[in-house]
């Protein structure tokens, strides 16, 4: 089992930035892909960028590409995701998620363990 607690959610102007963070335990980080998505109300819960297990390859949704970075520090089993020039439709909850893997590579699906989420509200 593989527990995941994300922070750093919270409200935004419009064109403004907030980084999340998202602890892990349980398990050896080291096995880990991980990767960030969001869900919005009615919606359904979409990929945003993913982070192999080295933190040398790293996939990101079109929508986010340069302005979202992903990225890991092993030492403190946490996975972060800089976002920066946020839209008022990026609101939503943003989940972080753990893929165990033997090998390298992102992944936008498939994922094992999910946290709770943490609100992002980004205001107009």
Do not use: H
Request: aromatic share 12%; hydrophobic share 35%.
């Amino acid at each position: 089992q593989v527990q995941l607690v994300e922070s750093g959610g919270g409200l935004v102007q419009a064109g403004g930035s907030l980084r999340l963070s998202c602890a892990a335990s349980g398990r050896p980080f080291s096995n880990y892909a991980m990767g960030w998505f969001r869900q919005a109300p009615g919606k359904e819960r979409e990929f945003q960028a993913a982070i192999s297990v080295s933190g040398g390859s790293r996939g990101y949704a079109d929508s986010v590409k340069g302005r979202f970075t992903i990225s890991r520090d092993s030492a403190k089993n946490t996975v972060y995701l800089q976002m920066n020039s946020l839209k008022p439709e990026e609101t939503a909850v943003y989940y972080c998620a753990v893929k165990m893997v033997t090998g390298g590579g992102w992944y936008q699906g498939g994922y094992d363990f999910w946290g709770q989420g943490t609100q992002v509200t980004v205001s107009s």
